[in-house]
């Protein structure tokens, strides 16, 4: 059974990563998921405070306050979304710290104590294709193999090290411990231990976490509460707007059509046959996409607090990474948060209170 489940999760983690390199390399489809949510939000508040609340409520004033409450809401949501787009994660070495002294490329960083000494990863392997698995779901240019068989290619990532001669050659990748200043290629000059190149954003980014196609940017070291937030306050919209969506349909609309138009590709084509009014499919079609956003938000959501919890990035759960944040679970938020981290789900504190991390040392991570 234990095996079975393995097979799932990795089937599913692999499924996941190729679906997120497609969506992410059509970077079309990531101005349409932003269009979606930022107009189909505006559309669905707009209906619930017009149609949806003075149907639940007789009372003027109980709407008034309840509508003023939305309001502030969707607010939120559009704030933390602006300064989730907007807070960069990107790496400045004048700034956040270039190669320590003492420190070569290709050593591993964070030794636990399990571990007598600092370890290289010497005669790099190239196009290494074999049990590989591709994280290149943005074009990372970076491959990882975690072979829990084989202690000494566990926790190995093969880093493009150098381009191809030839179109029909392929980039030259070389083997690197996962927690290690590596090359890139890209940017010509080494990036630290979690810190990964976005082809999408063309840039290194500090404790990459993954390309978000709902921003359009990447979320990582400095805006990673913003996500936090914005899907905090997603859940709470989509919830808001459910328990006022679903009565109102099931009242005013599913008496007017069947339950066969709950899939709406069908109510539209009845609608254009004359058989219920336009109106119908589009309230449909709007409580479908209420319904999708909020299964999504929530997901991300759960996934983001726990990784948050054990103190890694969604790769590094993703491929089972080991590496141990050994802070208590305050310390743990102040370093996504920083100070006062509830303030953060009001207005924007980045600016004020930084997250309490190290991005470029990382003295609280431990490696195996």
Not at 59 to 68: M, Q
Not at 161 to 170: I, N
Not at 270 to 276: K, S
């Amino acid at each position: 059974m234990t095996g079975q489940l393995t097979i799932l999760h990795h089937g599913w983690s692999w499924f996941k990563r190729k679906f997120m390199s497609i969506v992410n390399t059509l970077q079309f489809l990531g101005w349409t998921a932003q269009f979606v949510i930022l107009v189909g939000l505006a559309i669905l508040a707009t209906c619930v405070i017009s149609f949806q609340i003075p149907y639940m409520h007789d009372n003027e004033t109980v709407v008034h306050w309840i509508r003023a409450l939305l309001s502030f809401i969707v607010f939120e949501v559009y704030l933390q979304w602006l300064c989730l787009k907007l807070v960069t994660n990107t790496y400045r070495p004048f700034k956040h710290g270039a190669i320590p002294e003492g420190v070569s490329l290709g050593q591993k960083l964070g030794v636990s104590e399990s571990d007598h000494e600092p370890q290289h990863v010497s005669n790099g392997i190239s196009n290494g294709k074999s049990n590989v698995s591709d994280v290149n779901e943005n074009g990372d240019l970076i491959r990882v193999r975690n072979t829990a068989n084989d202690p000494a290619k566990k926790n190995v990532m093969y880093v493009a090290t150098e381009f191809p001669m030839d179109s029909s050659d392929e980039i030259k990748r070389t083997a690197f411990p996962y927690f290690s200043w590596a090359p890139c290629i890209m940017c010509n000059r080494p990036r630290p231990p979690r810190c990964h190149h976005c082809s999408v954003c063309n840039v290194c980014v500090l404790k990459r976490d993954h390309h978000c196609f709902v921003t359009g940017v990447c979320v990582g070291y400095r805006n990673l509460r913003y996500f936090v937030t914005f899907l905090f306050w997603a859940v709470v919209a989509t919830s808001f707007g459910l328990y006022y969506w679903i009565p109102y349909y099931y009242y005013e609309t599913l008496k007017y059509t069947s339950i066969v138009d709950l899939f709406f590709p069908i109510a539209i084509l009845r609608a254009a046959l004359g058989y219920i009014r336009w109106q119908h499919p589009a309230l449909i079609a709007l409580l479908w996409l209420l319904t999708l956003f909020f299964i999504w938000s929530l997901g991300f959501f759960v996934l983001t607090i726990k990784n948050i919890k054990v103190g890694k990035t969604t790769k590094e759960v993703d491929f089972n990474i080991d590496l141990k944040d050994i802070r208590t679970l305050s310390e743990k938020i102040e370093s996504v948060f920083g100070k006062y981290w509830i303030l953060n789900f009001l207005v924007p504190m980045h600016f004020v209170f930084e997250p309490k991390d190290d991005p470029v040392k990382w003295p609280f991570i431990k490696t195996y």
